[in-house]
């Protein structure tokens, strides 16, 4: 059966960093293709009134296709949530996502924070919903990996 049903992939990972420093890497977005898989160029088209990135265009790789695609951001819950959501792209027709940052340092020494990823990305080839969702997960739990190795490899 082929689907174009809108769902959400979600994960978590636990990180040794600030819910800050979490926040720090996920809005630098012209990094982004130094550590996520498959992204090509990220290049910030606007900024909103303090500078921070409003819209932003990717050229990502995959599957032996190339796409591209403008996304918007949402920063009004910074610093413990980063949102987006796409504006356009040639091969979707729908990229939101999220990351939400929340501090589980209680009695712990150094900051630890647990890092939520959702995403949903609907195509505008129709595909199979289980190749869809293996897609999401394989990419959620990519980008999780490599944002945790980001956050804890920068210098203090």
């Not at 996920?26 to 992204?39: K, M, N």
């Not at 949402?74 to 413990?80: C, E, V």
């Not at 356009?88 to 940052?101: C, H, N, Q």
Request: with cysteine; proline share 5%.
């Amino acid at each position: 059966m082929v689907t174009n049903q809108v769902q959400h992939t979600t994960s978590s990972v636990t990180v040794s960093a600030s819910v800050e420093e979490c926040y720090e890497v996920g809005i630098d977005v012209e990094a982004y293709p130094e550590w996520v898989e498959g992204l090509q160029s990220a290049s910030i088209e606007s900024v909103d009134s303090d500078g921070n990135p409003a819209t932003v265009r990717f050229e990502a790789e995959g599957l032996g296709r190339r796409s591209s695609y403008l996304l918007a951001y949402d920063l009004s819950g910074a610093p413990h949530e980063l949102a987006w959501s796409l504006v356009e792209g040639d091969l979707t027709r729908e990229i939101e996502g999220r990351y939400r940052f929340h501090d589980l340092t209680g009695e712990e020494p150094e900051p630890v924070t647990e890092v939520d990823y959702e995403l949903s990305i609907d195509l505008a080839v129709p595909l199979p919903g289980f190749v869809k969702r293996r897609a999401e997960d394989k990419i959620v739990s990519s980008a999780l990996r490599r944002f945790k190795q980001r956050v804890e490899s920068r210098p203090e």
